[in-house]
Structure formats: C-alpha cells, structure tokens
C-alpha cells in the first residue's frame, strides 16, 4: 500500500500559479500511475490530470489543458501538477491518488484505489 501526501496549496490571484506536489511512501513509487483529482464545493469531485507508471504518457481534463502540466519524478517518489493561468474556477481542494493495476505506458481517468488527505487550492480576483 501507499501513503500519498499533498502540499503546495495556497491562495493566489486569478493568472498566477502554483504547483502542487504529492509525495508517496510504502510501496515502490514505480509500481503506480498517478493521478490528480479536485473537488470544488458543492460539485463532486472531478480528475484533473494523470501520468503512467513510467511517466510516458499523461492525460487531461479539457479545462485545464495548455495550463496544468503534470510530471514526476520517481527517484524523489513525487508527482507534480504545475498549475498556470489560474482561474478562479480552478478553487478546489485537489488531490493525490494512485493507481496500481494500469500497465506502465497507460493512464486513466478511473480507477485510483489510494488517496491522499488534499490540499486547498483558492483562486481569487
């Protein structure tokens, strides 16, 4: 199993940016994709970027595409999400998670089985 913890959260003007970073202990960081997911109130909680096992392939939520760049490193068993050009629709509180049974190329949208606890992000005018 995996523990993922989130940091990097804060309140930042509406064009700004923020990064986020999740780092993992317990099992080999290797072993899982990862994904980041947000959750505004009132609304349910909705993927926002994913990377495979071996950091080849990503995917996004058309909303944040051309902004939000997700990355990691796992030597350092860390993921990234790089956030620009914020928006204030973007305030939500954003989470971690992995996924141990995609093959090592693919990322999804569905099926992570561990989570982080969040972080908040608030972007204001």
């Known amino acids: 199993q995996v523990q993922l913890v989130e940091s990097g959260g804060g309140l930042v003007q509406a064009g700004g940016s923020l990064r986020l970073s999740c780092a993992a202990s317990?099992?080999?960081?290797?072993?899982?994709?990862m994904g980041w997911f947000r959750q505004a109130p009132g609304k349910e909680r909705e993927f926002v970027a994913g990377?495979?096992?071996?950091?080849?392939?990503?995917y996004y939520t058309d909303s944040v595409k051309g902004r939000f760049t997700i990355s990691r490193d796992n030597a350092k068993n860390t993921v990234y999400l790089q956030m620009n050009s914020l928006k204030l629709e973007d305030t939500a509180v954003y989470y971690c998670?992995?996924?141990?049974?995609?093959?090592?190329?693919?990322?999804?949208?569905?099926?992570?089985?561990?989570w982080g606890q969040g972080t908040q992000v608030t972007v204001s005018s």
């Open positions: 990377i495979s096992r071996n950091g080849v392939s990503t």
């Open positions: 317990g099992r080999t960081f290797s072993r899982y994709a």
């Open positions: 998670a992995a996924d141990d049974r995609s093959s090592s190329t693919v990322v999804r949208s569905w099926g992570y089985d561990y």
